[in-house]
C-alpha cells in the first residue's frame, strides 16, 4: 500500500497563478510531522533530518488547522480502505482535498 500526498515544490505567494505553481509528492510513510507556521502555512516533517516540505498555504491563518486535520483525515480514510492511492489539493483550500486510486 503506497499513499502519496501532493506538497508544493517551492515557495510562492498566494497571487501566483495556478499554472506557474509547481507540486511534487510524498509517500506519506516517510511522514514524521505535520506542524503551522502561523502564517497559514502547513508543513510537513519527513524522516531524513532537516527535510520539510510544504502541504499548503490557507487564505487566512485559522484555515491551516483546518487544512491540516482534513489531510489527517484523508490520509487515515485511505489507509483504512486499503490499497494505493493519491491525495491532491489546490494548495490553499481544504474541501479541494481529493483521493484518487491508483494501480500499484
Known amino acids: 500500500?503506497?499513499?502519496?500526498?501532493?506538497?508544493?515544490?517551492?515557495?510562492?505567494?498566494?497571487?501566483?497563478?495556478?499554472?506557474?505553481?509547481?507540486?511534487?509528492?510524498v509517500n506519506t510513510d516517510k511522514i514524521v510531522g505535520?506542524?503551522?507556521?502561523?502564517q497559514s502555512g502547513i508543513w510537513l516533517d519527513l524522516s531524513r533530518p532537516g527535510e520539510s516540505q510544504r502541504l499548503a498555504h490557507t487564505s487566512k491563518p485559522q484555515e491551516a488547522i483546518y487544512f491540516l486535520l482534513a489531510t489527517f483525515s484523508k490520509i487515515a480514510e485511505c489507509e483504512h480502505t486499503g490499497g494505493s492511492w493519491v491525495i491532491g489539493h489546490d494548495g490553499r483550500t481544504a474541501s479541494s482535498l481529493v483521493a484518487t486510486r491508483f494501480p500499484r
Open 1 to 25: 500500500m503506497t499513499i502519496l500526498l501532493q506538497v508544493l515544490e517551492q515557495s510562492y505567494t498566494p497571487n501566483t497563478p495556478w499554472e506557474r505553481r509547481k507540486f511534487t509528492f
Open 34 to 38: 505535520m506542524r503551522l507556521d502561523g
